[in-house]
């Protein structure tokens, strides 16, 4: 009678504390969830010497070593709601409020503003994969049925424990990526990221410009897509086809454009031309400023105030732009449309002269070997 008292007190105390646990967790959301939005810190900076990406490493670290005992405590016999109690109120001292002060302390002034809008994200969604884990624990005493540990099927279909804490865990290892890779290492990613992304649509113009085109009796027996039949034949192979192959028969027929014209009354060939060189001299821009600016960034974040973070934010912008405005031109190219041809690439234009200007000089704000290559750039893209 005395151990069936106990066992129902420990019961009491651990639906005590996860009541808590969730509170404080939805209430550290509400705080990530506006830095997120906002992206600028409210303290200035210089404030605070705290090592922001070290505090969510460690943070991170912790919530995930913790989740797994949870993980493992709600599922295997003995159920002991105290071993799970405890767990759950270290990181309520510790690591949960630790992974929300990292957030705040990530300042704009100091780790760029989208460091600290990509950290708190992160940060955010640790806490929603950590809630989720909670609510999960068993408050009957027993452990978890094999549906709610591994997941249920149907309409009322339901993430087990084991799926949420896989989730839990990629989300706390994005986190520590990013704490380990640093603020020139985020950006350095970031820029790789955008390159690639060129490179991409610059084969994909290629390949386009090497199509050739057919003239209209071909058209009509070919399938395009274009008739009700070819359309019921498009949906027959969807049906015939193994899942593995279906992507890459939507990418051959969302690829199916119309190829230039024989006559290319709109010069759209040479349009071609001029966009994939442009293309090309994008992709060796990046390249050059990864090597001469962002793998030479002073220690970051500064010591004292500093406007590299801020050239770091302003500069970001422009070359994540300019991926996406070639994208944007690709689709004009592909609609035969030379009026937006012309406005997409001076929109290209714009964005990468910006960003050649912005970063023409050092850091310390001299010119260097990077400020001349700079300029054969910029005279490269107005020949181009």
């Not at 959301?29 to 010497?49: D, L």
């Not at 149907?154 to 520590?176: N, Q, R, Y």
């Not at 010069?267 to 030479?296: H, M, N, P, S, V």
């Not at 996406?324 to 929109?347: C, H, K």
Request: net charge negative; proline share 5%; charged share 30%.
């Amino acid at each position: 009678m005395a151990g069936s008292s106990s066992t129902n007190s420990s019961l009491v105390e651990l639906g005590s504390v996860v009541h808590s646990t969730i509170a404080l967790v939805t209430e550290l959301e509400t705080v990530i969830g506006t830095i997120t939005a906002r992206g600028q810190a409210e303290k200035p900076a210089g404030e605070t010497t705290l090592d922001a990406l070290s505090l969510a490493h460690d943070s991170a670290s912790l919530i995930k070593a913790h989740a797994t005992k949870i993980s493992l405590l709600i599922i295997n016999e003995p159920f002991t709601p105290t071993a799970i109690t405890k767990v759950l109120r270290e990181l309520i001292a510790g690591p949960l409020p630790a992974l929300a002060s990292a957030a705040e302390a990530c300042d704009a002034n100091r780790y760029t503003q989208a460091v600290r809008r990509d950290l708190s994200w992160r940060c955010g969604r640790v806490l929603k994969e950590y809630k989720e884990l909670v609510q999960r624990i068993p408050s009957d005493g027993k452990i978890l049925s094999d549906a709610k540990k591994n997941g249920s099927r149907g309409v009322a279909a339901e993430k087990g424990s084991i799926p949420v804490t896989g989730l839990l865990w990629a989300a706390c290892d994005e986190v520590i990526a990013l704490s380990k890779l640093g603020v020139a290492g985020y950006f350095i990613q970031k820029v790789k990221q955008f390159r690639d992304m060129v490179k991409d649509t610059m084969e994909e113009l290629k390949e386009w410009g090497e199509e050739e085109d057919e003239d209209e009796e071909e058209g009509e027996t070919d399938t395009h897509g274009d008739e009700p039949g070819d359309i019921e034949q498009v949906t027959d192979s969807l049906e015939a086809t193994h899942i593995s192959d279906t992507q890459a028969m939507l990418d051959e027929f969302m690829g199916s454009q119309r190829p230039i014209p024989r006559d290319d009354p709109d010069r759209i060939r040479e349009k071609l031309d001029i966009g994939l060189r442009r293309l090309r001299l994008i992709t060796l821009f990046y390249q050059a400023i990864i090597k001469r600016r962002l793998q030479t960034l002073p220690p970051l974040p500064p010591p004292s105030a500093s406007d590299v973070p801020s050239k770091l934010d302003e500069a970001i912008t422009f070359l994540g732009a300019i991926p996406e405005r070639f994208e944007s031109l690709a689709v004009a190219f592909y609609e035969l449309e030379p009026g937006d041809i012309d406005a997409e690439m001076d929109e290209c234009f714009s964005n990468a002269f910006s960003a050649a200007e912005l970063l023409r000089r050092s850091w310390t704000g001299e010119n260097d070997g990077f400020t001349d290559w700079v300029l054969n750039f910029q005279l490269e893209m107005k020949k181009a």
